[in-house]
């Protein structure tokens, strides 16, 4: 394999010209021969105070897991990045909503301490049970964020309910190490845990189908917001619509993403 040649000391240059200077000797090296290594994708060199910018193939899709559309509107990556913990609040049909679409795309999830949480809204969402495992009701918080732990080793997203709990920094952090290595998700909600990397915010604004308190319910509105590590809050509008006897998720025709200041010390 050909080698970056090693350049002499280059006093006086910028920046700038350094980069410049290494882009022409990487452009320098020969291609490799076929039949010797698998490609590459080629490598564009940046200055390190450039961020990456974020592009989606096929590497990157495998690296989240699915939401549904609207929210994945309000994510950097269009999806819950791989190696990550993230809480959730609000509506429980967000929390639902993300459950149908991780299990619908044909990973495996396990939902820790959450004995109130509607598998049947979930179904109507997509979701397939035969990839859901349940831990209703843990003996306590300690044993919740064990099993937690375990789970991570083989299930892709894992959702685990607190009761109100916090869990102490330097367990959250072994077990932020475990899912970061296992390349799983996990979120959490109805408790308080430090430094996840994704938050997402909900609450009811409105349903359709009631009229004067009587008909049947259609769709319910949500204002639905996501901050993270290293993105700008965002907030958009959004429904979850009966049709034809499945339940969808849609943006609302009057709602729109909208930017806020970053929130990292909430983070």
Do not use: C
């Amino acid at each position: 394999m050909s080698e970056l040649p090693i350049a002499p000391a280059s006093n006086g240059l910028t920046k700038a010209e350094k980069l410049d200077q290494l882009r022409r000797k990487m452009a320098a090296i020969p291609a490799r021969s076929e039949g010797t290594e698998p490609a590459r994708p080629a490598v564009m060199l940046r200055s390190v105070d450039e961020p990456a910018p974020i592009v989606a193939t096929a590497q990157t899709t495998l690296r989240t897991l699915p939401v549904p559309s609207p929210i994945a509107e309000l994510l950097p990556r269009g999806g819950l990045a791989r190696g990550t913990v993230a809480s959730v609040s609000g509506a429980s049909a967000v929390l639902i909503g993300l459950l149908a679409s991780v299990t619908a795309g044909g990973s495996h999830a396990a939902v820790i301490g959450l004995s109130n949480l509607s598998l049947l809204a979930a179904v109507e969402q997509g979701a397939d049970l035969s990839r859901i495992a349940m831990v209703p009701e843990p003996k306590d918080s300690a044993v919740a964020v064990e099993a937690a732990a375990i789970l991570l080793d083989g299930v892709d997203l894992v959702i685990l309910g607190l009761s109100g709990a916090a869990v102490t920094p330097s367990r959250a952090r072994a077990v932020v190490a475990r899912a970061r290595s296992k390349g799983a998700v996990l979120l959490v909600t109805e408790g308080h845990w430090d430094g996840v990397d994704l938050r997402i915010e909900s609450q009811v604004t409105g349903y359709s189908g009631l009229g004067d308190r009587h008909g049947r319910l259609t769709a319910v509105q949500l204002d639905v917001a996501a901050a993270g590590k290293g993105f700008q809050r965002r907030t958009s509008r959004m429904e979850i619509r009966s049709d034809s006897g499945s339940v969808t998720w849609r943006a609302d025709t009057d709602g729109h993403v909208t930017e806020h200041a970053p929130l990292r010390a909430a983070l």
